[in-house]
């Protein structure tokens, strides 16, 4: 991924100092920054897979129709909410969910070993973050417009408190996720995903909304998902509720009770047991229920161990899928494949219509049935149209991205 030097020197000079002008200089940097090779890439994709998707009213039919339709449709929005979507298809994903300060950041921070994400975020400043395995620690920003910036670790932490606190800039305005590989990643088949909390104690509702929303959207990917709750909480809260309904995930949700030192065991316990029950209860089929804190050596209640044990199950999770790209070409081809059979099942057809009609005397043959059979050719026209120019863009593209 090409990152300019310009920006990275910018960033360099923001954490010797900031200032007003730095400030708003990152936002302009951000704003115009602008890698064209993943943009162009991005863009190409996209334009393809929108040409493809027939218009509303266009007869076109083929076999298994609706099916890669709504594939088309399902990559042309993952791919317009997600600009990294080939190094999601990399790893088995786990999201961490839950409200805002249910300490998502904190327990991510403790299971990595290491302080990776900012805690003391608002949902302003609140963005997607993953964290991967990698040689060496890069942290890049992808950006609404399609492009990518590199970031410091310093930045990362100063996007959240200074900026946000000193000159209240929105940054998930502009960033759409942010992307986090280091060699200390424990897991190195995971990629840890935190989300952005949903409902602010002393946010307005509209704007918890937009954080589900935003929640939601990034955990579409996730093969696990680990909820959290405040023990304060003493149980799910209508919240909770809602966005674990609307997320409608096929992945069983790990329920972690978090902040437990803020009460007895014997507290923690019971309301870890009504978590459970009102989990199971609304159907959410948890895998589990447990107590947890960051501030005891012993993180999890009664020296157990579900946590690691879940992300151990999940890390062997074989997720092997293919490239984005490969993804889109595979089911182009598969619409080909049935575009053409459906040309030559037409052709048939209207042959076998055309054969009986001359068995029949001329004045027997109505204007109606010849109709019948013109239509035929209007229909084999269309789909000979829409194959080629599904072939000649998806050629296009393909010697593009090469």
Known sequence: MGISVQCEEEFDLLEQTVDTDLAFELVHRLLIQEDKKEKNKERSIQS????????????????DELKLIQKLKQLSDQLSTKNHVDLLSKYCVVGLCGGFSAGKSGFANTILGDYYLPEDVSPTTAIPTYVVYGDTEIIWAYLHNGSICQLSRELL???????????????????????????????????????PGYSAAQGDRKQNQKDASKAIQALQEADGIICLVNVNNGDLTTDDLYFLKNLNSKAQ??????????????????????????????????VAVMAFT?????????????????LKAMENTSKGSAPFAKQVFDVLDEIIQNVDSRISTLVKEQSEQIQALRQYPAPLRATGLVQYIANYEQEI??????????????????????
């Open 381 to 402: 026209q269309d789909m000979k149209v829409y194959a080629a120019s599904i072939r000649k863009k998806r050629n296009t593209v393909k010697t593009r991205l090469e």
């Open 253 to 286: 949700p790990l329920f972690v009770v978090t902040k437990r030192d803020l009460k007895s065991d014997a507290d923690a316990r019971q309301v870890c047991q009504k978590v459970r029950d009102t989990a199971e209860r609304e159907g959410l089929n948890p």
């Open 157 to 195: 932490q100063a996007m959240s408190h200074a900026f946000e606190e000193q000159y209240h800039i929105a940054f998930s305005a502009i960033i759409d996720s942010i992307v986090l590989q280091t060699p200390r990643m424990t897991y190195r088949n995971l990629m840890i995903l935190d989300t």
């Open 48 to 63: 393809l897979l929108d040409s493809c998707i027939p218009e509303e009213g266009r007869i076109i039919r083929f076999d």
């Open 294 to 310: 960051t501030q005891e050596e012993e993180h999890e209640l009664d020296g157990t161990t579900l946590c690691l044990d879940y």
